[in-house]
């Protein structure tokens, strides 16, 4: 979930809001390049790269589930939601 500083809610016009198809390749590109032991760690740092890569966003809400968990064979899955600003 992404607060975007854009005017496509009066414009409709898609340069005025966030190519969500690159925000997306953003967070598989994120995950394939690197190794994370938490799903934490991914949330940040893919977080901190969409701030870094699109200014419109102002806040991204990132929340990512991990599923079937190691060591909780009752658990389907468990998650994080982590939240970047613009400071």
Excluded: H, W
């Excluded at 966003?57 to 994080?80: A, F, N, R, Y």
Aim: charged share 30%.
């Amino acid at each position: 979930r992404a607060m975007i500083d854009g005017r496509a809610d009066q414009t409709d016009r898609v340069d005025d809001t966030v190519d969500y198809a690159a925000l997306a390749k953003l967070l598989t590109d994120t995950s394939d390049a690197n190794r994370f032991d938490t799903v934490e760690r991914l949330a940040g740092e893919f977080g901190g790269r969409a701030l870094a890569r699109f200014p419109k966003i102002q806040e991204i809400t990132v929340t990512l589930d991990k599923l079937s968990p190691p060591g909780m064979p009752s658990v389907d899955c468990c998650g994080v939601t982590l939240k970047a600003r613009r400071s």
